[in-house]
């Protein structure tokens, strides 16, 4: 049976946590060997279950526990619970890595000090010249502006102005 909607499907999470009678599950074990769909939502059902249940797991340290009630008796009897240290080593660390931050921040954005004369003086004579400013003819403004398709349409006008 490869049908969407199969009407075991209903039944394949019942089967999973053990809700179902003994003949129902004799009939759905016999169905698993036909159907496909039911075959994936059973493995799909399966694989999360698993899953859901190896996440919730989480190791705790030894003296949670008597942590817990020693900070609840604390709570009775008025005190603080939690206390508020700055060790002189946890101040150290915090300084020395404010310091090394700096330290780089500074090397990464210096920035070097060149005069434009030290610039000008590295450039080639070609390069100082493509930035001299320069008048601009009418055509050579228009050759930049035109496109090629364009330009060949205005040689052409030209060569039949020529004629």
């Known amino acids: 049976m490869n049908n969407r909607d199969c009407p075991f499907e209903k ?6 946590h053990g ?3 003994d003949d129902q599950i004799h009939r759905f074990e016999n ?7 039911c075959s994936e939502e059973l493995s799909t059902i399966r694989f999360l279950s698993e899953n859901l249940k190896s996440a919730y ?9 008597a942590n817990i009630i020693r900070n609840f008796k604390a709570l009775k009897r008025g005190e603080a619970v ?11 660390i915090a300084l020395a890595t404010l310091a090394l931050v700096l330290i780089i921040a500074l090397q990464i ?5 060149i005069s434009s004369e030290e610039i000008a003086g590295r450039l080639t004579p070609v390069e100082q010249a ?12 228009l050759e930049l502006v035109l496109t090629g398709e364009q330009q ?3 040689q052409t006008v030209e060569r039949e102005e020529g004629k």
């Open 130 to 141: 493509s930035l001299q400013p320069r008048q601009m003819s009418k055509e050579d403004v």
């Open 19 to 21: 809700e179902l009678a």
């Open 109 to 113: 954005f210096k920035q070097p000090r």
């Open 152 to 154: 060949q349409i205005k």
């Open 57 to 65: 797991h989480v190791s705790l340290p030894y003296s949670f526990g």
């Open 31 to 37: 169905h698993l060997l036909e159907c496909k769909v």
């Open 82 to 92: 939690f206390e508020i240290r700055l060790a002189a080593e946890d101040i150290m």
């Open 11 to 16: 039944l394949v999470d019942d089967y999973v």
